[in-house]
């Protein structure tokens, strides 16, 4: 149903304009800045060597290709890349989406690894408390029993006889 078209176009010039011609263009560029690696002179001992030539416009084979230029006879394709163009926008939108959502996930990750790294440290300074604290308290208990023997040996009581004290003086009562 396609219908390509095909066009060559070849342009044949004399050597002679060839060479002028390609010693125009080597000029040129000598004047931009950029020299031919190699210049090839006409009177070289070495004897005959390739010239290159530059191509000119038509020298080359040019191939055109067109589609069948009747118009479209429904609106049927517009209607297909209208939907298609949806589809594209719809999904490039839900994997924009999809990204944040991985984003934020990886971020309430490292958030909540942060935070169990915290309370792992904080477990470990409350152990290591309760381990100096429960040995302070052991080494108290086997102090007690020390200090108790050393006080239940009660020194001797002099014990005093009531009937020599004098007898208290009654200031409330009148005499």
Not at 125 to 146: K, N, Y
């Amino acid at each position: 149903m396609n219908n390509n078209k095909q066009t060559t176009i070849t342009l044949n010039t004399p050597p002679d304009q060839d060479v002028a011609s390609d010693e125009r263009v080597r000029q040129s560029l000598n004047r931009l800045g950029q020299v031919p690696l190699q210049r090839h002179s006409s009177t070289s001992s070495s004897g005959p060597s390739p010239r290159h030539r530059f191509v000119r416009d038509g020298e080359v084979p040019t191939v055109y290709t067109s589609r069948n230029s009747e118009p479209a006879k429904s609106s049927e394709p517009a209607e297909a890349m209208t939907a298609v163009r949806a589809e594209v926008s719809r999904e490039r939108a839900a994997r924009t989406e999809a990204e944040n959502a991985l984003e934020d996930a990886r971020t309430m990750t490292r958030s909540l690894q942060t935070r169990l790294g915290h309370m792992e440290l904080e477990l470990q300074e409350a152990r290591a408390r309760a381990d100096r604290t429960e040995s302070e308290l052991r080494a108290a208990r086997e102090a007690i029993p020390v200090r108790v023997a050393r006080t239940r040996q009660p020194s001797p009581v002099a014990v005093a006889d009531v009937a020599d004290e004098p007898e208290p003086v009654k200031w409330w009562l009148k005499s």
